[in-house]
């Protein structure tokens, strides 16, 4: 067994198609237009009352947590824009274990850049000594699972009515990705 190295480096993340970095002040305003949106309202926990203020203290509590690895994401060809974000969260540093979570701004949807950027950090992360990198998502939410899917993660079931989202209980699906899956 590998020793889990927490927290992650930030390091920057490249494919030549898309960047990771470290989210900065002018991400604002990007990330308050993708937690608004419908799409992202959907299936996450965004409060209805959202603001770009809210905004900007997310990003510093991200920046600030000891137990989150935290990204923004950009095109290669569009420096410094804002196309979404991926995180990884600590859930337990004796097994080796974080979660996953990602959003993609309403602009940069299908262009395929959450299946590189999840790729990018779950590399970057066993490098790092992760041994099971967990993702969770609603169930109904087709977009996300099959980010997953195509990277390789391993569906693990459904829990029935294990969330409570916007005033109703709903599924969640669950995937995990193990070093060994990726021959580490």
Known sequence: MDEMTWP???DTLSDGVIRLRRPCAA???DVYA????PLSVNFTSVPGNYTREMAAEYLRNCEDSPDLAFWAIELAGDPGHYAGNISLRLTDAEVGSVSVSYATAPW?????????????????????GTHRIELSTIADNVRSRSVAE?????FEGVKRQAAIHR???VDTAYYSLLATDRGR
């Open 167 to 169: 005033g109703g209980y």
């Open 108 to 128: 940069a949807r299908g262009r395929g850049i959450m299946p590189r950027a999840l790729d990018l950090v779950a590399d970057h992360a066993l490098a790092h």
């Open 34 to 37: 993708t937690a608004v949106d």
């Open 150 to 154: 195509r990277c390789g993660f391993t």
């Open 8 to 10: 992650i480096p930030l």
């Open 27 to 29: 991400d604002v305003d």
